[in-house]
């Protein structure tokens, strides 16, 4: 090949490379309309036949992100939580997405009661309980629906309900017959006698009369 066939070939070589390389880099090849730091392969969400519908059974990985799925979350569609294309501005605090029934007023950490399996609280996980009311005896295996009741102001808001025995026991004094608190009189004050928090059995008479 004469030396000047071959410098137009390796001439044009170069320039097809660097073409190719320029393209490659380009601002419009990288851009994604998920974020700039979306850097998941399309395919593991989209198929050949278009970007939409997604695939039945998608590659990616939610623990690949910040967020990472479990319990309950694991159920719902993706658009349930990402409200635009972009994944990044999705919010990670449970009172970004769910509704706050206990009006602001046990603060912001659902997790506290609340885990992703489901909003029915388990009793051993409220540390909150441990100021006012403190769940011990029969009331550590009481259910919270028990106690507060659905349709009650502030339902879980732990300063909305009384600390007093009464409060919650008033129609078991009333029926009490062995003795008759009413008719004997009795303070409900349920402390003066009830020394224990399993059972009402065990009661001590004596200073229970009102005075």
Same mark, same amino acid.
């Given at each position: 090949?004469?030396?000047?066939?071959?410098?137009?070939?390796?001439?044009?070589?170069?320039?097809?490379?660097?073409?190719?390389?320029?393209?490659?880099?380009?601002?419009?090849?990288?851009?994604?309309?998920?974020?700039?730091?979306?850097?998941?392969?399309?395919?593991?969400?989209?198929?050949?036949?278009?970007?939409?519908?997604?695939?039945?059974?998608?590659?990616?990985?939610?623990? /690949?992100? #910040? !967020?990472? +799925?479990? %319990?309950? *979350?694991?159920?719902?569609? &993706?658009?349930? $939580? @990402?409200?635009?294309?972009?994944?990044?501005?999705?919010?990670?605090?449970?009172?970004?997405?769910?509704?706050?029934?206990?009006?602001?007023?046990?603060?912001?950490?659902?997790?506290?009661?609340?885990?992703?399996?489901?909003?029915?609280?388990?009793?051993?996980?409220?540390?909150?309980? /441990?100021? #006012? !009311?403190? +769940?011990? %005896?029969? *009331?550590?295996?009481?259910? &919270?629906?028990? $106690? @507060?009741?659905?349709?009650?102001?502030?339902?879980?808001?732990?300063?909305?309900?009384?600390?007093?025995?009464?409060?919650?026991?008033?129609?078991?004094?009333?029926?009490?017959?062995?003795?008759?608190?009413?008719?004997?009189?009795?303070?409900?004050?349920?402390?003066?006698?009830?020394?224990?928090?399993?059972?009402?059995?065990?009661?001590?008479?004596?200073?229970?009369?009102?005075?």
């Amino acid at each position: 090949m004469p030396v000047f066939q071959a410098s137009l070939f390796l001439f044009l070589l170069l320039c097809t490379a660097a073409s190719c390389a320029q393209q490659k880099d380009s601002p419009a090849q990288k851009r994604s309309p998920h974020g700039e730091k979306f850097n998941i392969p399309c395919q593991e969400c989209h198929s050949d036949q278009g970007w939409k519908p997604l695939r039945a059974k998608m590659e990616f990985k939610h623990s /690949q992100t #910040r !967020f990472l +799925l479990r %319990g309950r *979350h694991t159920e719902v569609q &993706c658009v349930d $939580c @990402h409200a635009d294309l972009r994944f990044s501005n999705v919010p990670q605090k449970c009172q970004d997405c769910h509704a706050d029934l206990h009006r602001r007023k046990n603060g912001p950490e659902c997790e506290l009661c609340h885990n992703p399996n489901g909003w029915q609280v388990s009793i051993h996980n409220i540390n909150e309980h /441990q100021d #006012r !009311f403190p +769940l011990i %005896g029969a *009331h550590a295996v009481a259910d &919270c629906y028990s $106690c @507060h009741k659905v349709g009650t102001v502030g339902q879980f808001n732990r300063f909305g309900l009384s600390t007093e025995c009464i409060s919650c026991h008033r129609d078991t004094f009333q029926k009490a017959s062995n003795p008759n608190h009413v008719a004997s009189g009795y303070s409900t004050d349920c402390q003066q006698c009830h020394l224990s928090m399993d059972s009402w059995d065990g009661a001590v008479l004596g200073s229970a009369r009102k005075k």
